[in-house]
């Protein structure tokens, strides 16, 4: 039996990024990894500018009482003319501060009257101004290769006047889903057959990180009409994913299958559960991972095995995303010689305090409780865990993205 961290290294390490890059549009960036560092062209703001509705003055000449003319109205976007000495520049929020100005005091404490403003609250020297680069001077590095853009990244860009950005090409990964008892959804189902769930599950969950489900396959439990389905996914796709035919029942035929295509296989008994078998394969270079055939295992094996390896070659910086440790809620002792992943609903208790619910049937084979938990915790091997105890979280809006 593999240990479920070294199983889990060794697949993370299993290939290498995509080299292949694009230049695309901010529109389309929003999920994309960057290829590229980014510096800072401009300061942001690039200009001294009001952060409120006021007046623009010299903090020296304020004077309770006394009313100051006004010398001009700046707006946003207007460029003001040097601030004249003992004098207030009415300003909104974004005008850019005259030159010889320092202070904005906010309109709420100031009363106009005869071309002239006076002020009913002391100001502080330097009060609602933005200075020039305070925010982001220019040079200064921004983003690094690696970073999956956010709409907050976009904003970033934006700010500095990037329209587009280099990417890593959209990473491609081929599905190959094996049995002779599955049918298409949408198909006709004889009584000894059952839908194909896996193979929409994954293609989503491929999509859902950002990579691109290009070519989803079914094949029959048949050597040659495996071997054909395999070696043309390998040819058109940077990773492959094949599900069941893993284990050693008389139809499982994966194995013998990649090894006839040259692949240099290694076939796991993880310890995990759900989990197990499971194989890592090469075939001309490209990585093939075959996970167990039941629904519940794709999706636990596929969110804490499968995504580092995705995370990886598309040329992500972060790998594993992170693993919080939170009080699990349960009736009695649990003690297992195996790795297991729950299936458990993330809840707030009366105080507000995170704690972790089993939920529902935990069969390998169960797809019912699969929409309804919206995490795995993680029992470690030959540790009994008791109520309240905490285990690793694996929360599947961190690990499924
Ligand atoms: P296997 O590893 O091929 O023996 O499959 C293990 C179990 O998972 C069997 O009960 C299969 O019927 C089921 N199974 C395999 N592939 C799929 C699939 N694509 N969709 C739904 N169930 C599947
Ligand atoms: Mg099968």
Not at 200 to 221: C, S
Request: hydrophobic share 45%; with cysteine.
């Amino acid at each position: 039996m593999l240990d479920f961290e070294i199983a889990q290294q060794r697949l993370a390490q299993g290939a290498r990024p995509v080299t292949g890059t694009t230049s695309i549009g901010l529109s389309e960036a929003s999920g994309r990894v960057l290829a590229e560092t980014i510096i800072a062209g401009v300061d942001l703001p690039p200009g001294d500018n009001s952060a409120m509705d006021g007046y623009a003055i010299r903090y020296c000449d304020f004077a309770s009482d006394v009313s100051l003319p006004i010398q001009q109205r700046c707006f946003a976007g207007d460029m003001p003319a040097p601030l004249i000495a003992g004098q207030a520049t009415r300003v909104f929020t974004g005008s850019l501060i005259p030159e010889g100005a320092d202070t904005v005091v906010m309109q709420e404490y100031a009363v106009e009257q005869d071309g002239g403003v006076r002020f009913t609250e002391a100001p502080r020297s330097g009060q609602h101004v933005r200075l020039r680069g305070e925010d982001i001077a220019a040079g200064q590095p921004l983003l690094d290769v690696g970073t999956r853009i956010s709409p907050a990244h976009i904003a970033l860009l934006a700010s500095q006047g990037i329209a587009e950005v280099r990417v890593f090409d959209r990473l491609r990964v081929g599905i190959l889903t094996t049995g002779d008892e599955l049918v298409a959804p949408g198909q006709l189902r004889a009584p000894q057959q059952i839908f194909n769930s896996n193979a929409a599950m994954l293609a989503a969950l491929v999509e859902g990180m950002g990579a691109q489900a290009a070519e989803v396959v079914h094949a029959a439990d048949d050597e040659q009409a495996l071997r054909e389905a395999l070696s043309s996914l390998v040819a058109q796709c940077d990773l492959v994913l094949t599900v069941g035919g893993v284990s050693v029942g008389e139809r499982d035929l994966i194995k013998p299958v990649l090894e006839s295509l040259g692949g240099d296989l290694a076939l796991w008994k993880v310890r995990m559960k759900p989990g197990k078998p499971m194989a890592l394969a090469h075939v001309n270079g490209k990585p093939v991972v075959c996970l167990p055939g039941n629904p519940g295992s794709v999706y636990a094996v596929f969110t804490v095995m499968v995504t580092p390896l995705i995370r990886r070659m598309q040329g992500r910086a972060e790998v594993f995303p992170l693993v919080a440790r939170i009080p699990l809620r349960t009736e009695r002792t649990l003690h297992e010689a195996r790795e297991v992943f729950l299936r458990v609903r993330y809840v707030l208790n009366d105080q507000g305090i995170a704690e972790l619910l089993p939920y529902g049937s935990q069969g390998a084979g169960n797809i019912g409780a699969m929409p309804g938990a919206n995490g795995l915790a993680r029992l470690a091997a030959d540790v009994a865990v008791s109520d309240r105890d905490r285990v690793a979280y694996y929360d599947l809006q961190r690990w499924l993205v």
